[in-house]
């Protein structure tokens, strides 16, 4: 079985701070790790994914997330936040594949000016 | 342009009354699935197809038909529609890259 748990609901940094979006996951198989990002009234787009190799991940917009096995975290950071990154952000875990994919509640992020 | 697409957008309709949200997607992808948002759920999946004449439930299949019998296409089906499937429905096309996803329908059930 698995499960995904996304930790704050809402989290709110000012523009030019780090952002930090926590995700833990459990798997009883090798999990794919996926971030997707959900703009208003838009649909999600996959901002990262880990698959297999190296546990730090690069996506688009400057996002990257690290995979910890030993502490089953996937947390997604960028160094500094720009107005434009206001979004809902899931987390997501599936096995080998991606067939059956457990999102989180997904975590809403506020950019202060 | 690779693309999921999702008919209608928007609808609000009533309960009991038999409605079909379409999906096509362009990418000749095998696996599809459809989702629903609620708030503070995240997305929970209500069927998946890994091929054509092959779909398996998902979590929260309860009240939802699909059909795939052609690639391209992965229907959802509410025969009695009822309020509690009030939400914003996703579908979901998947490749070796991640998923593509469709630009949401929400439905409205009175």
């Known amino acids: 079985a698995q499960s995904v748990t996304q930790l704050g609901s809402h989290v709110s940094v000012s523009e030019g701070a780090l952002v930090l979006l926590r995700c833990n996951y459990s798997s009883s198989v090798p999990p794919y790790l996926f971030w997707y990002v959900q703009y208003p009234n838009q649909g999600l787009q996959l901002l990262l994914k880990?698959?297999?190799?190296?546990?730090l991940v690069k996506g688009i917009n400057g996002f990257e997330a690290e995979f910890k096995k030993s502490e089953t975290s996937f947390h997604l950071t960028k160094p500094s936040a720009h107005m434009s990154d206001a979004a809902e952000y899931f987390c997501a875990v599936s096995g080998a594949g991606g067939f059956k994919t457990i999102f989180g509640a997904g975590t809403r992020l506020f950019v202060k000016a | 342009e690779a693309q999921v697409t999702q008919n209608p957008r928007y609808l609000i309709t009533v309960t009991g009354k038999k409605l079909t949200v379409t999906c096509s997607q362009n990418?000749?992808?095998?696996?599809m699935s459809w989702y629903r948002q609620d708030p503070g759920l995240g997305l929970r999946q209500i069927y998946y197809?890994?091929?054509?004449?092959?779909?398996d439930k998902g979590d929260v299949p309860e009240g939802y038909k699909v059909s795939r019998k052609e690639k391209r296409n992965f229907p959802l089906i509410l025969e009695s529609p009822s309020p509690n499937q009030t939400s914003l429905y996703f579908c979901?096309?998947?490749?070796?890259?991640?998923?593509?996803f469709g630009p949401g329908t929400r439905l409205t059930v009175l």
């Open positions: 880990y698959t297999t190799g190296a546990t």
């Open positions: 197809s890994m091929n054509v004449e092959v779909t």
């Open positions: 979901a096309s998947i490749s070796g890259t991640g998923k593509y």
């Open positions: 990418m000749n992808h095998e696996y």
